[in-house]
Structure formats: C-alpha cells, structure tokens
C-alpha cells in the first residue's frame, strides 16, 4: 500500500522554526513530484511548496518564499518543509502529496494522486 505520513508539527511561538517530515512507504520517490499544502479552518488548502525528486527543481509561493525551503533525502525516502520566522497566519494542518505526472504551479491537491492525513502546525503570537 502506499502511503504518505506527515511528522513534525507542533505549537511554537512567533519567530521559531519546524522542520516537516512527508515520509513514503510503498513505494520510492523515484519520478515523483511532492507538494506541499496547508489548511487553515474554514479556508480551502494552499499549496505553498513542490520539489521534483528527480531533478531538484523546487516552487514557493509568494506568501512563504523566502521562509519555506523544501528538499528530498532519497535514501530516507522523505521530503522535508523546513519553516523558519513562523508567523501566525502559518498555523494550519499542512499536509504533502505526490504524483507521477507533469505538475504546473501554483499547485493544487487536486491535481496530486495521493496525500497524508497532515501534520498540525500552530503559531502563537
């Protein structure tokens, strides 16, 4: 079975920094394509970040370009979101997905063909 499993999120105040873990099992990020989204309550999920495992290349958005970096261990079989000067407006469920297929930017969950269940994150003032 494939899966994704998100770990990492917490509560943190304003200005610290996480590192979330998108752990794959059943398969291997080989010619994947990971996103990265978060879900805020009552809002629809943004998709903040993206990395091709094959080659490297790497998106953000505007609102989190500049504190988000995203990247891939290969041999750990994961892709990590490191979040640095937290800001409130980040607290959400962030969760990752991938698919095999040419992905366009900004991306969308729905264009991904499998996601974890997500990681909260919370930022205090």
């Known amino acids: 079975e494939m899966r994704l499993a998100e770990s990492g999120g917490g509560l943190v105040q304003a200005g610290g920094s996480l590192r979330l873990s998108c752990a794959a099992s059943g398969f291997r990020f080989g010619d994947h394509a990971v996103g990265w989204f978060r879900q805020a309550p009552g809002k629809e999920s943004e998709g903040v970040s993206a990395?091709?495992?094959?080659?490297?290349?790497?998106w953000y958005s505007d609102s989190v370009k500049g504190r988000f970096t995203i990247s891939s261990d290969t041999g750990k079989n994961t892709v990590y979101l490191q979040i640095d000067n937290l800001k409130p407006e980040d607290t959400a469920v962030y969760f990752c997905?991938?698919?095999?297929?040419?992905?366009?930017?900004?991306?969308?969950?729905?264009?991904?063909?499998?996601r974890g269940q997500g990681t909260q994150v919370t930022v205090s003032p």
């Open positions: 997905a991938a698919t095999t297929r040419r992905i366009q930017t900004p991306i969308f969950a729905d264009h991904f063909s499998f």
């Open positions: 990395i091709s495992v094959r080659d490297g290349g790497t």
